[in-house]
């Protein structure tokens, strides 16, 4: 059982920028995939970032040049740094992971909200 916890979530004005963090409750290391999606009022969940355990990289086109995400393993935590954001990045933003053994489990999701 893998128990994530996402934090970083807030009000933002466009343009602004955050940080969201997703926290593992063990190693994170030998996860097969780790992820971010978002969720819009009325829309269904999308991938925004992911991140393979050889670290390949692969991002919506919506978000490409804005986001970034990376992995601290040390820390056992992934990380959605989410620049010039847009009134249309507001949704809730869920991190999951596949783990080893392709197990899938998803995080209880962080508000982002860009808005003047």
């Known amino acids: 059982q893998v128990q994530l916890v996402e934090s970083g979530g807030g009000l933002v004005q466009p343009g602004g920028s955050l940080r969201l963090s997703c926290a593992a409750s063990?190693?994170?290391?030998?996860?097969?995939?780790m992820g971010w999606y978002r969720q819009a009022p009325g829309k269904q969940r999308e991938l925004v970032a992911s991140i393979s355990r050889g670290g390949n990289l692969n991002y919506a086109d919506a978000v490409k040049g804005r986001f970034t995400i990376s992995r601290d393993n040390a820390k056992n935590t992934m990380y959605l740094q989410m620049n010039t954001l847009k009134p249309e990045d507001t949704a809730v933003y869920y991190c999951?992971?596949?783990?080893?053994?392709?197990?899938?489990?998803w995080g209880q999701g962080t508000q982002v909200t860009v808005s003047s």
């Open positions: 999951n992971v596949h783990t080893s053994t392709w197990s899938l489990y």
């Open positions: 063990g190693s994170i290391t030998g996860f097969n995939s």
